[in-house]
């Protein structure tokens, strides 16, 4: 019988893998810097655009999703699936300029709760 011939494979990387792990500190700085700093807090005019932007967007889709079924059956799961996921946008989108309180109920029951000021019901 005739023995197969057999290969040897070594491995040598080019290049080598940093060994340097990032301290915890250093990440910690550099997710924070893109956090805004207290002391550029947004304006009470800037929240009032926020919640406009966000509300006007919310109820066009919302109704627009009502009126599509008009056409498309969308039937009354995707039309609150619609009302859900632009609310989780608008959040994502405003929420940390205005507070994300598109419905007066939240923020009246905020303000009478005392967590947030009268002042900036509006």
Known sequence: MASSPSVTVEFSPKHSLPTKQPVAEEAKAHCLKWLPSDSASPSHFQKIVAELIGTFILIFAGCGSILVNKIQSLTIVGIGLVWGLVLIAMIYTVGHISGAHFNP??????????KLPWKQVS
């Open 105 to 114: 109920a939240v923020t009246l029951a905020f303000a009478a709760t005392r």
